[in-house]
């Protein structure tokens, strides 16, 4: 199944969904279609935006909420299994939920490019058996 689609499907049966509200975009008089725009060239839609809001990390930059998703932040939620998919989504607000009202969305690199334990585990090879204690 499509990961949009599954994000979607989470989202409708998530209790904590109400606790965003309506998405208001944020038109600039120079770039009005700006964050459509970054959301299609980002491959980012609006339910993955929802995600960010409720389970991100907030931190503030420049008087803009900043809400960016980390593994921490995923764990616990019926969001886990998606996590490789959602590390470092970062979504730039100017008021925060209910109804934000949002400047733009990208992909934090740095946090994007960690893999998870599970991850480099499966590409290296079991680490099973392995003793990071000197042997003496």
Known sequence: MDTHKRIGQ??????????????VMVRSPKDGNHLER??????IDDDMIRVALIYGQKHFNKGAA???LHDRALQGTPYAPLTDFLRGLTVVCQTEPPDPRILTVYWNRKI???SSKKARRDRD??????SFLPSQ
């Open 112 to 114: 994007a490019r960690r």
């Open 38 to 43: 970054r959301q299609h060239q980002r491959a």
């Open 66 to 68: 900043l809400f960016t």
């Open 125 to 130: 090879g079991d680490w099973t058996g392995i």
């Open 10 to 23: 989470i989202l409708a049966g998530d209790a904590n969904a109400d606790r965003v509200g309506i998405l």
